[in-house]
């Protein structure tokens, strides 16, 4: 293994430890505390089975669009671009069914911090799109992982947002 690889994997070693240790972190003082009523707990499995699909599929099709186009994108960069959907799948569906946040979490907090997960993706995206490491000899390396995480929890945070809006305006209608 080259400098570049070990390098990258190092990178994305200390990237997963970090997120661990966040999101115990937040565990710890109860910002995320996943109690669930019988409702969010049937919802969020037929949200799961639906990510589970998702995945399973855009994974299929991620392998044919490489045998038939060739090597568009690192492998690393494939596999993120179809977590991203099937997250996105998952979420929307929570959300959509009143599921994304349990009974004891306050949603102000975890929108901000989906706010800060896409502002600070989308700001490494943005910084390696200008330094020009996101594509190489026409293939997505895996520094576009950055902005796939980006623009999906920018995703997820527009449906909660939206889906917020209507259900808002719609308590005041009755």
Not at 36 to 56: I, N, P, V
Not at 80 to 90: D, M
Not at 132 to 140: A, M, P, Q, R
Request: hydrophobic content about 50%; some cysteine.
């Amino acid at each position: 293994m080259d400098h570049y690889h070990a390098g990258i994997a190092v990178g994305l070693a200390a990237g997963i430890v970090a997120g661990l240790i966040f999101v115990a972190f937040l565990f710890k003082k109860k910002v995320l505390d996943c109690h669930f009523d019988e409702r969010q707990e049937l919802a969020r499995g037929k949200a799961f089975q639906y990510g589970f699909f998702t995945l399973l599929i855009s994974d299929y099709v991620y392998a044919l669009s490489d045998m038939i186009l060739g090597r568009w994108c690192d492998v690393l960069t494939g596999i993120t671009i179809c977590l991203a959907v099937s997250l996105c799948v998952f979420a929307t569906t929570c959300i959509l069914k009143d599921a994304y946040l349990s009974l004891r979490e306050k949603p102000r907090v975890v929108m901000t911090m989906f706010a800060l997960l896409t502002l600070i993706n989308l700001g490494f995206g943005g910084a390696h799109a200008v330094s020009g490491d996101l594509i190489e000899d026409g293939v997505l390396t895996f520094w576009a992982v950055n902005p796939i995480i980006g623009v999906a929890t920018l995703v997820i945070l527009i449906v909660y947002i939206v889906n917020h809006l209507l259900c808002s305006r719609g308590e005041e209608e009755e």
